[in-house]
């Protein structure tokens, strides 16, 4: 009996002691996105990438959750956070996790939100269909969400192999312009100010 109550009494103090360790916590440093690298002339509606943006923070949020912040789904969050931010600047459910985070809050994880699979293999359809679009913005944009679908699935050979050829063609996805913000801001396609001939412009 005396050796049962003290295996008993240790187990306890065991657990107790584990009970009373502090919640581990992590570093986050809030995305400061100045200016948006897309302009109106992207090919998404606003509706489109208000719903991909919530989309991005969604997962991201899911998998923080599954892996209790550890420090690759940390990254992970991040860049999809940033490029949430990015196609849209005032996005609810973003701009919430961002402020969360930086206080060691894990937020909150809501229901509907894709299999890792389903939200990879709508990233590589939709990154495609952006790139066969044309233009600078959507060629960019697309080769961005095929990355993001192999890193979510990398069983998706179809998605890898775009990935990959992206990379020897154009280099890898520079991330960490993307998500300091400080990414060259898209020029305005807007056609330039003519001035008549003998009008001087206004001094600067």
Known sequence: MRIGQAVTVFFLGVVWSRAAEPPKTFAWEPLKIAHSMF????????????????????????????????????????????LALHLSPRNKRAIVMNYQLSKGILPEVTGGNYSPQVFARLLLSRGQLLEKQGGDENKRLGRILVHLAA??????????????????????????????????????????????????????
């Not at 396609?189 to 600067?204: D, E, L, S, W």
């Open 151 to 204: 890193g979510l699935d990398p069983k998706n050979e179809d998605a890898v192999y775009a990935s990959e050829v992206h990379r020897l063609d154009y280099g890898a996805v520079d991330w960490a312009a993307i998500m300091s913000g400080a990414d060259k801001k898209p020029e305005s396609t807007a056609p330039p100010v003519q001035i008549p001939p003998g009008v001087r412009p206004p001094p600067r």
């Open 39 to 82: 302009t109106p002339d992207l090919g998404m509606l606003d509706s489109e990438r208000q719903e991909y943006a919530t989309n991005l923070a969604s997962h991201a949020a899911g998998k923080l959750a599954d892996t209790k912040a550890a420090p690759q789904s940390l990254a992970d969050a991040r860049r999809m956070l940033a």
